[in-house]
């Protein structure tokens, strides 16, 4: 169970290779990668710039890790999140999930990165071709998306 936020980019092979490593127990791994699409709110986007409060922000992904571990048998999971000036195409995030069976790591997956939308403390920044920089406002979507894990908690209590 890991969690890393960092400028630089990652390795998806790499990372999937070391969360199973020697674990004959995992049966399924499911693993997201976000890319920054160049589709944004911004028209003609050269980039998108994220920015964190580092500490804060590894506490909260902690939590959400944690939680995620808590609703499903997980043997591994990562969260790594980049930071900083990325341009369309780049990789922003990574979240991988393993577990003995396919559905809870499929499960977990989709889990993690609907609350990673909403409850990550990221603040985005987007950059036109022209220069113009405009500050990214949540999206209902993302809400909408996540309400589907807390339906599963309302339906527990």
Excluded at 129 to 151: K, N
């Amino acid at each position: 169970m890991a969690v890393r936020v960092q400028r630089e980019d990652f390795d998806l092979s790499a990372e999937l290779k070391a969360l199973t490593a020697g674990n004959r127990r995992v049966g399924g791994l499911t693993s997201f990668v976000g890319l920054v699409r160049d589709m944004a709110e911004t028209p003609e986007l050269a980039a998108m710039t994220l920015e964190h409060y580092p500490g804060m922000t590894e506490r909260m992904l902690e939590r959400i890790e944690a939680e995620a571990q808590a609703r499903w048998p997980l043997e591994a999971s990562l969260i790594v999140h980049r930071y900083g000036r990325m341009e369309p195409g780049e990789q922003i995030v990574l979240v991988a999930c393993a577990s003995p069976h396919r559905e809870a790591a499929f499960e977990a997956c989709h889990f993690l990165i609907d609350w990673l939308k909403t409850k990550a403390p990221f603040w985005k920044v987007e950059e036109s071709q022209g220069g113009a920089r405009s500050w990214v406002d949540a999206r209902s979507s993302d809400d909408e998306a996540a309400a589907r894990w807390r339906q599963d908690d309302d339906a527990a209590d």
